[in-house]
């Protein structure tokens, strides 16, 4: 490759890494993917998930608490890499009615193995493929893992956050609700 086709191949790569992270903070923002649905919030806590026990589950019985809502997988690298930083932060919020639920899309057995390696302490349960769709019903037009939907203590969607979390990005969720 000559010096000259490299240095349009780098600079090509490098427009496209900046677009993306624009791309990613509009949307962040609120300014790309549209409204969310405004029965998300209902749509999550109704919704008949599986519990590890594989029993069913649902999170209606945690109403009346500020809700963060992760969909991940136990292949997903940013979704393994957020876990740790969720485990803390419900630790820290313990008091003040905040609550961390994790919405899976693998079989029960890789959760649980996964669950018991990360020391995971927070609510857990399995949505197969009907997580994406969830997912998206909550602003997560593009169906990535992993996804963060923030509801308030009285159900509704009150933030949304696509991709790997950062604490400041949380924090700034959940405080104002709580």
């Known amino acids: 490759m000559t010096p000259l086709r490299r240095g349009l191949l780098v600079a090509g790569l490098g427009v496209l890494a900046l677009g993306s992270g624009v791309i990613a903070q509009l949307w962040r923002l609120g300014v790309l993917g549209g409204d969310a649905d405004a029965t998300a919030g209902e749509a999550i806590l109704a919704h008949r998930y599986q519990g590890l026990d594989g029993q069913p589950a649902q999170l209606d019985q945690l109403r009346g608490q500020v809700l963060i809502v992760n969909f991940w997988a136990t292949w997903c690298e940013p979704c393994r890499e957020e876990i740790p930083m969720f485990i803390r932060l419900r630790r820290e919020y313990a008091g003040k009615n905040v609550e961390f ?68 990005d949380l924090r700034q969720s959940i405080n104002p609700l709580i």
């Open 101 to 168: 639920v994790g919405i899976s899309i693998d079989q029960a057995s890789k959760v649980i193995d996964f669950a018991k390696e990360f020391r995971i302490d927070y609510p857990l349960v399995l949505a197969g493929i009907e997580a994406v769709e969830l997912s998206r019903l909550a602003g997560n037009k593009a169906g990535v893992l992993p996804y963060t939907a923030i509801l308030d203590r009285k159900g509704r969607l009150a933030g949304r956050l696509l991709g790997k979390v950062t604490e400041q």
